[in-house]
């Protein structure tokens, strides 16, 4: 049991939230109390404007300034929602440069949220826009069945290269056709799992919980946006030369010693898999 120093009533320790840094490894106030006083704080307009002031160098005269400019609305002009005080998804939130401190302008807490959780990156934000206008949910799905099937036994590390080659692939045919993903996965003799009805692959499918095939869909959106690297140094083309049967692999993609043709090179070998660019 522990007493709260503010409220002063002894209540049991989970109760509280746990701090190292103190003696008896939790905080001296209790759960409720800190609530409570985080929500006076928040509300207190004199607590919010001495906050933006000290972190921003914004003053309440600025913040009405700056609401006039965006007419009440939010920065993001695609938004278009209406600014308010309240701490909902139209709540007020000061938007700065990260690095510089500059206030940027007023945007509404969820658009502010949203540029937090990508890390105020261009990239990941350009990164995922593209992945939302050039692929979708069937994409997706296939993408991780074709990953599961090629790769399922060949470890992480395995998986996220056949992902990495799935990519590569679909944006070296992204100016040929209109759905690259999708093409690249089901042309024939691209990945013989998903187009071939001769290959032991093709009619397999993961039974519910299966762990390699939740992998294979975690990975999908981060390799697609870049947030994931490429483990396969940019290939196109990989294979199990131990197994390997196909005469055209060997004389234009691997060579007869394995170390890649002129045109592809081997370019990363990761588990029994050998990749060619």
Known sequence: MLKCSRCKVWKKESEFHKNRAAKTGYHNWCKDCNTKTNKQRYDSGKSRDSQRLRMYGVTPEDINRLLLEQMGLCANVRCGRVLTLG???????????????KVRGLLCRSCNTALGQLDDNPEKIRGLLEYMLNYNDNDISSMSLCIWREARGEGQNGMLAVA???KNRANAWETKVSSPLHNV??????????????????????????????YAISICVPVLTGQLPDNTNGALYYGYLAACTSGWFSANISGPDGKGTEAHPLVATIGRQSFYK
Do not use: C, W
């Open 185 to 214: 996965i089901y042309q024939k003799d691209q990945f013989s799992s998903m187009s071939v009805s001769t290959d032991p692959e093709y009619t397999l499918m993961p039974k519910d919980g299966d762990p390699q095939y939740a």
């Open 87 to 101: 701490r909902g998804r139209n709540g007020l939130t000061v938007d700065h440069d990260p690095i510089t401190k």
């Open 164 to 166: 990495n080659v799935i």
